[in-house]
């Protein structure tokens, strides 16, 4: 059963819009959320991350949604640029599990110039 | 943030071999881990390796298969032994850290692809 789960395999934006990645998750114990951006052949770059007592961390151009009565978060980047283009993968940590991370599968972001 | 570098980067292996992957941290770090990535799927922690003490492994990962090294606080290996082509992944080295605003971090080396023929 997956506990984060990234429903959108794919998206495309136009460049300079609005890009918006949704996650979902099932485990009320989790207490960190982090994004990740991926392109091929590299691992993955950190982008942001949130409590989860929190509901909003911002970190430039990205913007990091919690809505923990829904399980829910999201990941807004504002404006976005055909370098953004690549996978991201929403990950969630476990109160008390260090360093394990459970990843969703991942959702391709396209940006349109 | 951490700087990891791994090698090899990539690796084409007969099965029955064995590979060592190399993973160096820029600083120094109590625990690193070990991931997983199958073709089309998402990552999945194998182990953790502490400084001075055995690795710590997930369920359905064993010590015979993945045998890791911590010799000290910045470098770490992992074994993948006696290889079949269901090892053929992407084996990624990892750090926690805090972000400046004291926000938890975890960040990866670039990974070493492996296929086994």
């Known amino acids: ?113 | 943030s951490a700087v990891i570098s791994q090698k090899p980067s990539r690796d084409i292996c007969q099965r029955g071999t064995s590979l060592t992957i190399q993973c160096q941290v820029d600083s120094q770090v109590t625990m690193m881990f070990w991931y997983r990535q199958q073709p089309g799927q998402s990552l999945t922690l194998i182990a953790t390796a502490n400084q001075g003490s055995e690795a710590t492994y997930e369920s359905g990962f064993v010590i015979d298969k993945f045998p890791i090294s911590r010799p000290n606080l910045t470098f770490s290996t992992l074994t993948v032994s006696n290889m079949s082509p269901e090892d053929s992944s992407i084996y990624l080295c990892s750090v926690e850290g805090l972000g400046w605003r004291g926000t938890y971090e975890q960040y990866f080396g670039p990974g070493t692809r492996l296929t086994v023929t």
């Not at chain 1, 979902?24 to 942001?48: H, Q, R, V």
């Not at chain 1, 949130?50 to 999201?74: P, Q």
């Not at chain 1, 690549?86 to 972001?109: D, E, H, M, P, W």
């Open chain 1, 1 to 113: 059963d997956q506990q984060v789960k990234q429903n959108s395999p794919s998206l495309s934006v136009q460049e300079g819009r609005i890009s918006i990645l949704n996650c979902d998750y099932t485990n009320s114990m989790f207490d960190y959320f982090l994004w990740y951006k991926k392109y091929p052949a590299e691992g993955p770059t950190f982008l942001i991350s949130i409590s989860s007592i929190k509901d909003k961390n911002e970190d430039g151009r990205f913007t990091v949604f919690l809505n923990k009565s829904a399980k829910h978060l999201s990941l807004h980047i504002v404006p976005s640029q055909p370098g953004d283009s690549a996978v991201y993968f929403c990950a969630a940590r476990a109160r008390g599990s260090q360093g394990n991370l459970i990843f969703g599968k991942g959702t391709k972001l396209s940006v349109k110039p």
